[in-house]
């Protein structure tokens, strides 16, 4: 009632001084109208309030750790805060936490780092206190987890154990070995999950899978070419591309296979030499099994002279090598000319035998000297170097040589027999039967 007169009065003089023409009258009561406040402004009693505001700021910082040795005053709505705190974030974390009381006008945050080494230390005591409380109650199931987590991975152990299904399923022992290894992680994997399911954790088993993966790549890059290896062995041992004592030849290098291990293809060389070849080259070079067949061929150069009769030759080196007693006779021996030179003409001789019986080397060696023992008795020569002169003369050429026909000589062949390939083939036995390393080779596997 009281505010509505006071209001129709100023209205009146307002009005007054607009009609009487006084300015600064106008000015002034305008300047009044517009600074005072309008609507109501509830006073309540400020002590009360303070003391309210304090008392709800010390229950709360009682609640929470870390705040013991604040002090809390409040002063019309501004609260002080005096004391010290275990870290710095805590006691800006007050300004945010007492903000949110109703009443509080302004924060002043006088709390500082404490540098009292008891006072730090003693939180870390606590939480050590607490865990090794909680580790001891954890015990028992701990027990249990273990025990689970044991028996899993025995069950694993028992059924890798086991050769009959494992020898079943694979091509090779090495193939079983790796399926009972298999067998073993997953049962491995399997326990760590059942032991981490009965203590609650299994949210740890993704970090622990992630980082084996990492750690998986990481050994996986380092030892590339011994993976490659290792995967280069497994296709070997399911291949079989050769068997053990087989004449085989692999990027230049030539032996008898002894051994196909997980690493290597171990060979011996024709002098007595031991060659290790990495599975991962074995698997990527050409492989020539010299074992495979039976039958084998050999052939050689022989040269004659330019003027001899190669109508007589040819045939002549073809009898010989027919009546060799070593020589197959499917696919029969074959004689051509090769190259024709400046003073020769090299003809190429090749012909067949069982090298289970016969030995290369000697049969070709015996083969040569029967063949030019043939050529010598025919008159065939051999080439010369041969120089013309030619001169002024008149002294008529001599007439050419008259050379009978000849046959196939009936010389004696000696003994061709395959007595060094047997020794060798005897010092592969030697070296399987002795040596104690994993062999994936078996004679009785699919052939590739």
Known sequence: MFHSQVTHMRFILLLLSLLLGTP????????????QPSGTIAVEDSATQDAAIAVRIRDILNELEGYDDVTVT?????????GTTLDGAAAQRLNELISRVAGVVAIRNEVTETTDVVERL??????FKTRMTQFVSYLPLLAVAILAFAAVLMMGMLLARMKRPWDRLAPNSFIADIYRQVVRLVFLMGGIVVALDILGATALLS??????????????????DTVENFIASIMLSIRQPFRPNDAIEIGGDEGK????????????SYDGNHIRIPNATVFKSRIVNYTRNAERRFSFDLAVAPDSDLAQALPLAQDTLTALP???DTPAPAVWIETVGDSTINLRLTAWIDQTATGLLVARSEAIRLVMAAFTQANIQMPEPTYRLITHSDTPAAPPRDIPPSTA?????LNVEATAEQALEQIVKEERETTREDDLLQRDAPRE
Do not use: H
Request: proline share 5%.
């Open 24 to 35: 600064a009258l106008t000015q002034s009561l305008a300047t009044q109208e517009i600074e």
């Open 74 to 82: 409040v002063s019309s709505g501004i609260v002080t805060l005096r």
């Open 122 to 127: 003693n939180p870390a005591m606590q939480r």
């Open 207 to 224: 970090t622990i899978l992630g980082a084996a993966g990492i750690i998986g790549l990481a050994i996986g890059f380092a030892v590339k």
């Open 257 to 268: 296979v002894i051994r196909l291990t997980s690493r290597a293809t171990i060979l011996l």
């Open 326 to 328: 070593f020589v197959l």
């Open 409 to 413: 000589p009936s010389l004696p062949a």
